[in-house]
């Protein structure tokens, strides 16, 4: 089973190579002894990509994995998939 479509995968993987450049960039701030505040701008940008990466990848589980497991009769598993997002959103 795909559990994600070319779509979702191609935009998930952009987003999360952006975040790799970020993150590089970021160790490159901390070598250079860049200002705290700009390195701690830099990483609330990065967290809210991930947050972003995040929602895409609990969208397409509820669109897809969920709805297909409601579509073959896995209510039960359905119902505590969608807990399981519900409480990791909350984190």
């Known amino acids: ?3 994600m479509d070319d779509k979702n995968k191609a935009k998930v993987i952009r987003r999360l190579k952006l975040l790799e450049g970020q993150v ?7 070598e250079n002894d860049t200002y ?4 701690t701008t830099q ?3 990065v967290k809210q990509g991930l947050s ?3 929602d ?3 969208e397409n589980h509820l669109g897809h994995c969920v709805f297909h497991q409601i579509q073959s009769g896995q209510t039960k598993k359905a119902k505590e998939e969608i807990i ?3 409480k990791l959103k909350r984190k």
């Open 1 to 3: 089973m795909k559990y």
């Open 24 to 30: 590089r960039g970021l160790q490159r701030m901390v």
């Open 36 to 39: 705290c505040i700009d390195v």
């Open 43 to 45: 990483t609330s940008a």
């Open 52 to 54: 972003n990466v995040e």
């Open 56 to 58: 895409l990848l609990l």
């Open 84 to 86: 399981k997002v519900y």
